[in-house]
């Protein structure tokens, strides 16, 4: 038999088939949103500590504190975000006539994070080569056009746009694995899975690429 992980990545229709009618466990499905949310918090804290220095000196001291909230809101965030998207689905297939209980779709959602964990390590370490490679100059936060061109280098930089473009692949993993889980969740033909898990994440990873200024 093989381990629950690799199965949900390689072969995740009968992975969701076999667990459909047991009753929703979400102890699995909510360590594997909490280690992507564990990762995160590491990134946030790398991101915190790398523009320290271009603030204001009396902001800096204070940076420390600043960088364990972002990694400790990083890791309580990932376990909202992950009910929040349970929701958007259970949501979009209510509308295509999808039974089920919303507690197997939270379920089958977590399951689908598994390439987050992926995509979160490589964004962790790209981050941290980012961190050691670039000095910020202080930056004079009362100049609106400083601000500007400062968060310009950093939502624009190399190392932002690779990271944006592994996550958006690795979200596209998860949104093949979310279909299957929808499927066996609601009892949905697969054509309606689909609509259920690709509408929402067409549209957040157009929310992406707008952000980054690509389309």
């Known amino acids: 038999m093989s381990h629950p992980i690799i199965e949900v990545l390689l072969n995740p229709d009968a992975f969701f088939r076999k667990r459909a009618n047991l009753a929703p466990d979400l102890k699995l499905p ?10 995160g918090g590491f ?14 000196a009396e902001t800096q001291s204070i940076m420390g504190f600043v960088a364990v909230g972002g990694a400790v809101a990083a890791v309580i965030s990932s376990l909202i975000v992950w009910v929040i998207v349970a929701i958007v689905f259970y949501v979009v297939s209510s509308l295509l006539k999808g039974g089920g209980t919303l507690k197997k779709t939270i379920e ?4 689908g994070y598994v390439p987050t964990i992926l995509s979160s390590a490589i964004g962790l370490v790209l ?3 980012f961190a050691s490679s ?3 100059p202080q930056i004079d936060f009362t100049d609106p056009a400083a601000v500007t061109a400062f968060q310009t280098v950093i ?28 499927k066996h969740a609601r009892h949905l033909t697969l054509k ?22 690509v389309v």
């Open 127 to 129: 981050t941290a080569q």
């Open 192 to 213: 309606n899975a689909a609509i259920s898990v690709c509408v929402p994440v067409a549209i957040y990873i157009i929310y992406q690429l707008l952000a980054l200024g």
């Open 43 to 56: 990134t946030a804290y790398l991101s915190s500590n790398m523009i320290a220095p271009a603030l204001p």
């Open 108 to 111: 089958f959602t977590g399951y």
């Open 155 to 182: 939502t624009h930089s190399p190392m932002m746009i690779a990271v944006a473009a592994i996550n958006i692949v690795f979200l596209l993993w998860s949104a093949n694995i979310w279909i299957f889980g929808m």
């Open 134 to 136: 670039l000095t910020f």
């Open 30 to 39: 909510a360590a594997i949103v909490l280690v992507t949310g564990i990762i």
